[in-house]
């Protein structure tokens, strides 16, 4: 905290990272006390006005007596969400370049529960993913009414879009977040602009969804796009990842391990049924300082 006349300004120092293209603003909060608002969190990830970037990752101290920290992540929307896989490796790369802690692995409470993350000697960031759902609950989708076919051990669900002649099959999985996952032909030309924020918002998911859009390019390779929720679109979803993944092993469309390629890099994705494994890199790329309450002034409100 530092002062200005009789004002107090509230200054934040964050770092700037990214995970295959997926851009974050990380605070620690166990060093300076961080107040995160809808309002402040909107502000920050402003590309124009703010820092930029798709989500803020929050380090805080443990609620639960056998996690290391406390994770916490907000979209540049203000919504705060359950997980976020290439944060989640952002995360440690975080905590022991800032040196609040030399453990490897460590253990991280998110909102649903504990993940596992490692640094691998090559450089790469590994994370233990926690449980993988598939039911439609699990993604607070109301099925009432849809066709549903079964591929392999996979249940799809044909969504209705107003402007489309057929429905989207999607397939439903839950990784701490919500997912429904669509098999493409080119992700190049599949329409994740306007069919990513009809499924995102798409009231029959009573918590939103984030929308995948997976191309098959071998058992072992795919490439993909997602429309996240409370983001858009954003250069590489690792959750998202991990869902394709998993519906592509599930159809029979897929073996472990799978290359994922996004727009922003490629990320490595391993599961055997049960343990769910994310590779990929975890950069930093600047540091700073905002004075938050400042910036908040700042950002346009129409």
């Given at each position: 905290?530092?002062?200005?006349?009789?004002?107090?300004?509230?200054?934040?120092?964050?770092?700037?990272?990214?995970g295959a293209g997926n851009d974050f603003v990380v605070?620690?909060?166990?060093?300076?006390?961080?107040?995160?608002?809808?309002?402040?969190?909107?502000?920050?990830?402003?590309?124009?006005?703010?820092?930029?970037?798709?989500?803020?990752?929050?380090?805080?101290?443990?609620?639960?007596?056998?996690?290391?920290?406390?994770?916490?992540?907000?979209?540049?929307?203000?919504?705060?969400?359950?997980?976020?896989?290439?944060?989640?490796?952002?995360?440690?790369?975080?905590?022991?370049?800032?040196?609040?802690?030399?453990?490897?692995?460590?253990?991280?409470?998110?909102?649903?529960?504990?993940?596992?993350?490692?640094?691998?000697?090559?450089?790469?960031?590994?994370?233990?993913?926690?449980?993988?759902?598939?039911?439609?609950?699990?993604?607070?989708?109301?099925?009432?009414?849809?066709?549903?076919?079964?591929?392999?051990?996979?249940?799809?669900?044909?969504?209705?879009?107003?402007?489309?002649?057929?429905?989207?099959?999607?397939?439903?999985?839950?990784?701490?977040?919500?997912?429904?996952?669509?098999?493409?032909?080119?992700?190049?030309?599949?329409?994740?602009?306007?069919?990513?924020?009809?499924?995102?918002?798409?009231?029959?998911?009573?918590?939103?969804?984030?929308?995948?859009?997976?191309?098959?390019?071998?058992?072992?390779?795919?490439?993909?796009?997602?429309?996240?929720?409370?983001?858009?679109?954003?250069?590489?979803?690792?959750?998202?990842?991990?869902?394709?993944?998993?519906?592509?092993?599930?159809?029979?469309?897929?073996?472990?391990?799978?290359?994922?390629?996004?727009?922003?890099?490629?990320?490595?994705?391993?599961?055997?049924?049960?343990?769910?494994?994310?590779?990929?890199?975890?950069?930093?790329?600047?540091?700073?300082?905002?004075?938050?309450?400042?910036?908040?002034?700042?950002?346009?409100?129409?």
């Amino acid at each position: 905290m530092t002062k200005h006349g009789n004002n107090q300004a509230m200054q934040w120092t964050f770092s700037k990272m990214h995970g295959a293209g997926n851009d974050f603003v990380v605070l620690d909060g166990l060093s300076q006390t961080i107040e995160m608002t809808a309002q402040r969190a909107r502000a920050i990830a402003h590309r124009q006005f703010g820092i930029g970037c798709d989500q803020i990752l929050l380090v805080d101290a443990p609620t639960d007596p056998n996690a290391d920290f406390r994770y916490r992540i907000f979209n540049s929307d203000g919504s705060e969400v359950e997980h976020c896989g290439n944060g989640a490796r952002c995360f440690v790369r975080f905590v022991h370049e800032r040196k609040l802690s030399s453990r490897n692995p460590i253990r991280a409470e998110i909102a649903t529960g504990l993940i596992t993350l490692t640094e691998l000697e090559d450089g790469q960031v590994r994370v233990e993913m926690g449980q993988t759902k598939f039911e439609p609950a699990d993604v607070s989708f109301d099925i009432n009414g849809l066709e549903t076919r079964v591929i392999g051990r996979d249940t799809q669900y044909a969504l209705p879009l107003d402007g489309l002649e057929a429905p989207i099959w999607l397939s439903l999985v839950a990784i701490s977040n919500p997912h429904a996952v669509q098999v493409v032909e080119d992700v190049n030309v599949a329409p994740v602009s306007t069919v990513g924020p009809a499924i995102e918002s798409h009231p029959r998911f009573a918590k939103r969804v984030n929308a995948g859009f997976m191309q098959i390019i071998d058992e072992h390779h795919i490439r993909l796009r997602v429309y996240e929720r409370g983001a858009g679109e954003t250069l590489a979803c690792g959750t998202g990842a991990c869902a394709a993944v998993a519906s592509g092993i599930r159809q029979g469309l897929l073996q472990s391990p799978v290359r994922v390629q996004t727009r922003g890099g490629e990320l490595t994705i391993e599961w055997d049924g049960l343990t769910l494994q994310m590779s990929g890199p975890a950069t930093t790329v600047f540091e700073g300082q905002i004075d938050i309450d400042a910036l908040v002034k700042t950002i346009p409100t129409f």
